[in-house]
C-alpha cells in the first residue's frame, strides 16, 4: 500500500514592509539638503550673475553692430542712444534705440525722415551701463561722426564689481568686448584699464 505523503510549505514568519522615512531618515535627509544647498548657492549666485553680465554685453555688442551696418548698407548716418521724448539722453540702462538720421539731426528721432532699427530692454534694476557720451552715431563708412575719441561702454552688476565688463568702441567704428588680460579675474580695456563704473 502506497503511502500518500503530504507535503505542506513550509512556515515563513510574515515580513511587515515598510513604507515611507523614519522621523531620523527625514532629519538627515533635510540636514544633507541643506549643508548642499549652503555649499552650492553663493557659487550658482556667482554664476547666474556673470551669464547676466555676458548676456548683457554680448547683446550691446550686437546692437552696435546692427547700428555700424545699416549706416553702411543704407548710405545714412545710424544713431544708437538711450531716448526721452525723442532726444538722446545719458540714461543709458533705460531702453538703448538704433534709428537712422534722414535728416542729419543726430541726437534726436523724427519721423518720418528718421527711422527706427532696433530696441534694446533696460537692464536689470541696481546694474549699471555707463558710457560717456549721450550718442554714438556711425557714419556711412562705418566710422564713428561722434564721439571723436574712442569711448567704452562699462556694464557694471550691482554689488559684483568684479564681474563688470565693457565694450571699447574705436574711431574706425570697430568694437571689442573687454577681456581679462593680466589673469586678476577682472575684466580690463584695451588700453589695459581695469572696467569700473563710476557711482
Not at 169 to 191: A, C, H, L
Request: charged residues 25%.
Amino acid at each position: 500500500m502506497n503511502k500518500i505523503l503530504r507535503t505542506f510549505p513550509p512556515s515563513f514568519p510574515s515580513v511587515r514592509h515598510k513604507q515611507g522615512f523614519t522621523l531620523i531618515e527625514l532629519i538627515i535627509a533635510i540636514a544633507i539638503v541643506a549643508i548642499l544647498s549652503v555649499i552650492a548657492l553663493p557659487s550658482m549666485s556667482d554664476f547666474l550673475v556673470k551669464m547676466r553680465v555676458d548676456n548683457q554685453i554680448t547683446e550691446m555688442q550686437r546692437l552696435l553692430l546692427t547700428a555700424r551696418n545699416m549706416a553702411i548698407n543704407t548710405g545714412k548716418n545710424t544713431t544708437v542712444c538711450p531716448l526721452s521724448g525723442g532726444a538722446c539722453t545719458n540714461n543709458w540702462h533705460n531702453e538703448i534705440t538704433v534709428f537712422t538720421n534722414g535728416d542729419n539731426d543726430y541726437d534726436e528721432y523724427k519721423a518720418p525722415s528718421d527711422e527706427f532699427v532696433k530696441v534694446k530692454e533696460a537692464i536689470k534694476s541696481g546694474d549699471k551701463l555707463q558710457f560717456p557720451h549721450t550718442s554714438l552715431i556711425y557714419k556711412p563708412s562705418g566710422q564713428l561722426l561722434t564721439p571723436t575719441i574712442a569711448s567704452t561702454f562699462k556694464y557694471c552688476p550691482k554689488d559684483q564689481a568684479d564681474r563688470s565688463r565693457g565694450i571699447d568702441v574705436s574711431i574706425s567704428g570697430r568694437s571689442y568686448i573687454s577681456s581679462d588680460t593680466d589673469n586678476d579675474g577682472k575684466d580690463e580695456d584695451r588700453s589695459s584699464n581695469e572696467i569700473v563704473c563710476s557711482s
